[in-house]
């Protein structure tokens, strides 16, 4: 699985770095981790049936971090 993301990932920003057009990237790293982060927050806590201490267990967190990435997301 993870090379599955792996992949995904590595062919988003090299098309991104392309299609840049002359452009300077900037801020990639937030940009790649709410890429990331909001979607994954979204299906365990689909998974969960919105349990957040059962989603931060899934996710390897304190549910305090869990919480605080759910407001930071608007997903509460």
Sequence with gaps: ???EL??????TLN???RDLDGEAPH???DMVLRSVE???L???MRQTDG???A????LGINRNTLRRKLNDYDLL
Excluded: G, L, W
Aim: charge should be neutral; charged fraction near 30%.
């Design 42 to 44: 979204e299906v365990v």
């Design 6 to 11: 792996d992949d995904c990932v590595k062919r």
């Design 55 to 58: 989603a931060a267990d899934i």
């Design 38 to 40: 909001k979607p994954m």
């Design 27 to 29: 801020a990639v790293y």
């Design 51 to 53: 349990n957040q201490t």
């Design 1 to 3: 699985m993870s090379n």
């Design 15 to 17: 098309r991104y770095f």
